[in-house]
């Protein structure tokens, strides 16, 4: 027996040096560097999905979720039933399809028109400027808005009214708030967009454009038949990653656009829950809906990578 | 033909994208906010900084850009360059953990319960830690810190190098430009945010400028008989708005310059796949 142990202790060194806690120690420091990120995807982004569960509970907060009462599927029976279901879907479908139909296609022009821009310092000025409101908080976009278009002397109300035309209101309608939403969308974000598409523009080689013209390619063929396809898959990726963040495209800007006279057409999934939650203390309730939209979500863009993937495009995932 | 409209689209669309800064910096300075500007005047700076409120948000404001900037791209780094050794057990599992984080997460309520049980509420911590790393930020880091040649890594350690000074001494310095992007990013990140402060801070003393500049100009045109913000707002004449923003924007404009250029470097390292 003695002499066993005695055996297994001397084969140890030559055995372990190549087991996972050998290696794991080596890298010690490393794992010690990233102890506090990993603390922090844990608690901050795991632990809340933990907490998910609440959900199918009646939570109450003070005695958290080993306490509270089990509900099953209350309250996403009680969510698909409500009207306000409908006007949330409709109103989120519509703002995020019209993110997807007109700022979309706007950057990817954008970039095809700066890209046809000979002076290289006119390109970079107009780039300058362009980029500017990427970087202004949603707050400040709004609130220039607000300074702008309000009916109590804003300007554009000021030049309607000077044209002998009746003033409108902008804010505070919900004619004008889709129009309003996805104008300071491309105001704040078009010109942003473009920086990953007029790089991939940059790469395209040259002499593909010189082979075309001189086939007699004019320059709507060079586009559609070498530009276009030369970026074709960095417009997938892209798509690809907006489907990502489809349903909660502009959280900060809709809830800040928002008041009690557009509340039917602007109130989207994410303002519902802060609203309903956090504010009237449906903590349950709101959690469902916040998961049906998670989970929505997740399926957009497995299923866009899925479908990226079958038209031979190479996804990102 | 084409060209010329493409000069003048180009111009018009460049033009609006400045053009109402321009027009609410020019009003600030006027006396009455018309079309144009009449009269010069430092009147409606001299109210918002005598107004405690203001002074105070944007004091708050500095604190959490300054501090969390530092927090967020320390822990970023870090783990980045943990990351960034393909030899660490666990790392496949450890970077699916963070790239699940962008597809799913737990959502507003649950966060806010875990935000609420770490004793964060109502402290100015709640706007830097719980939003600390960002998967995205963290993994082109990773890349990057990937791109710089083992040998560099190696030869050093082989010197008798601890892992620190690897980090201090070899990386983080060929990092400079990534790390000075990631830290403009995560620091116009922090200045802009809004959403948290309302949704974690209820002390109206430690308001960050940006909901003290929504107060002054969104509530005080529009939520008629609203039930979300119960809190008294003043009316503040045209001007006075024009400055909160001018103000509350000035910052980002002084660091526009650095951030068109790094920024959009930062962009396309995001680019490149790995």
């Known amino acids: 027996m003695n002499q066993m142990e005695a055996q297994t202790e001397m084969a140890k060194p030559t055995k372990t040096r190549n087991t996972l806690a050998n290696r794991m120690w080596k890298v010690r420091w490393l794992y010690f560097f990233m102890a506090p990120g990993i603390a922090y995807f844990l608690i901050f982004k795991y632990y809340p999905m933990w907490g998910v569960l609440m959900a199918f509970q009646r939570y109450q907060p003070h005695v958290g979720l080993w306490g509270s009462q089990w509900v099953g599927l209350r309250h996403f029976r009680r969510f698909f039933s409500e009207p306000e279901f409908w006007m949330l879907l409709r109103n989120t479908l519509y703002i995020a399809a019209l993110d997807l139909v007109i700022y979309f296609p706007f950057t990817i022009i954008l970039a095809l028109l700066l890209n046809e821009v000979r002076s290289e310092i006119y390109k970079r000025t107009v780039q300058t400027l362009v980029y500017v409101p990427h970087f202004l908080s949603w707050v400040v976009v709004v609130g220039i808005c607000y300074l702008l278009f309000t009916t109590e002397g804003g300007v554009i109300n000021e030049i309607i009214a000077s044209l002998g035309f009746e003033k409108i209101n902008f804010l505070m309608s919900e004619r004008w708030f889709r129009p309003m939403i996805i104008g300071q969308i491309i105001w704040k974000d078009a010109g942003w967009g473009t920086i990953i598409f007029l790089a991939a523009l940059a790469g395209v080689d040259p002499n593909l454009y010189e082979a075309a013209r001189i086939d007699g390619a004019n320059r709507w063929r060079l586009l559609w038949h070498v530009t276009l396809p030369a970026i074709r898959s960095v417009i997938v990726i892209l798509l690809i990653l907006r489907m990502g963040n489809f349903l909660d495209l502009g959280f900060e800007q809709i809830f800040l656009m928002l008041n009690a006279l557009n509340r039917e057409v602007g109130e989207v999934f994410d303002t519902y829950v802060y609203r309903v939650g956090l504010q009237q203390g449906q903590f349950s309730y709101s959690a469902a809906v916040g998961l049906f939209k998670s989970v929505v979500g997740l399926i957009l863009v497995i299923g866009s990578n899925w479908i990226a993937k079958r038209f031979g495009e190479e996804g990102v995932y | ?274």
């Open chain 2, 1 to 274: 033909m084409f060209d010329a409209a493409n000069i003048i689209f180009l111009s018009l669309f460049a033009l609006a994208a400045v053009l109402p800064f321009i027009y609410v910096i020019s009003s600030s300075f006027s006396v009455t906010a018309g079309l144009i500007p009449k009269k010069f005047t430092l009147e409606a700076y001299q109210y918002i900084f005598s107004a405690k409120t203001f002074y105070r948000s944007l004091l708050v404001s500095v604190y959490v850009t300054s501090v969390g900037t530092m927090i967020q791209l320390i822990l970023t780094s870090l783990m980045a360059y943990g990351l960034s050794y393909r030899h660490v057990p666990g790392r496949s599992m450890l970077l699916l953990m963070v790239v699940f984080t962008m597809l799913f997460s737990g959502g507003m309520i649950p966060t806010y319960f875990v935000v609420r049980s770490t004793g964060l509420l109502n402290t100015l911590w709640s706007l830097m830690i719980p939003n600390a790393i960002s998967a995205f930020n963290l993994i082109i880091l990773k890349n990057f810190f990937q791109s710089i040649p083992d040998e560099l890594k190696e030869s050093a350690k082989i010197d008798g190098a601890h892992e620190l000074v690897v980090l201090f001494r070899i990386v983080m310095p060929l990092s400079l430009p990534a790390l000075a992007a990631f830290g403009l990013f995560y620091a116009v990140g922090l200045w802009n945010q809004y959403f948290n402060a309302i949704m974690y801070i209820t002390d109206q003393t430690k308001y960050p400028v940006q909901v003290v500049l929504r107060q002054v100009i969104i509530l005080a045109y529009g939520n008629i008989g609203d039930s979300t913000d119960m809190e008294e707002v003043p009316y503040y004449g045209q001007s006075i708005r024009m400055a909160v923003i001018v103000v509350a924007t000035i910052p980002i404009m002084l660091v526009y310059p650095f951030l068109q250029k790094h920024f959009a470097k930062g962009v396309l390292l995001g680019s490149v796949k790995g």
